[in-house]
């Protein structure tokens, strides 16, 4: 059965002292059938743990970081993204579906990963 996530934000900043913000709209509607949530707590580090999606490619994913740093590769990459602990998100949106796996490193522990996957 197909749900609906919606996603509403908006970035604001100024582009010169004194003059008025730009707004940058920010908003996902997509339509999705799974959903998968995860939460990795690691007392002990790993390099490259593989993370299996029961989807074929997910199309909206949050991904936070507590505790340390979790270094996150998307689809095999070889560039990875270092989501500092407690410093934020990382969201990546495609309609189409772009997200098909994670692959985790800690160093530092204790860590904990978080990612909301929508598929």
């Known amino acids: 059965m197909a749900r609906t996530l919606q996603f509403t934000g908006e970035m604001q900043w100024p582009l010169e002292d004194g003059k008025q913000a730009a707004k940058l709209p920010l908003s996902v509607a997509l339509n999705y059938t799974s959903v998968l949530t995860i939460e990795k707590v ?3 580090g790993v390099v490259d743990e593989a993370i299996t999606l029961p989807m074929s490619s997910a199309k909206f994913m949050l991904l936070q970081a ?3 740093s979790v270094t996150v ?3 095999g990459a070889a560039t990875a ?3 500092k602990a407690d410093g934020g ?3 990546v ?3 189409d579906g ?3 796996s994670l692959t985790l490193t800690v160093t530092l522990v204790p860590a904990t ?3 909301y996957l929508f598929g």
């Open 42 to 44: 690691f007392a002990a």
């Open 66 to 68: 507590s505790g340390e």
């Open 73 to 75: 590769k998307l689809n």
């Open 81 to 83: 993204i270092n989501l």
């Open 89 to 91: 998100f990382v969201m």
């Open 93 to 95: 949106w495609n309609a």
């Open 98 to 100: 772009a997200i098909t």
């Open 113 to 115: 990963f978080k990612a």
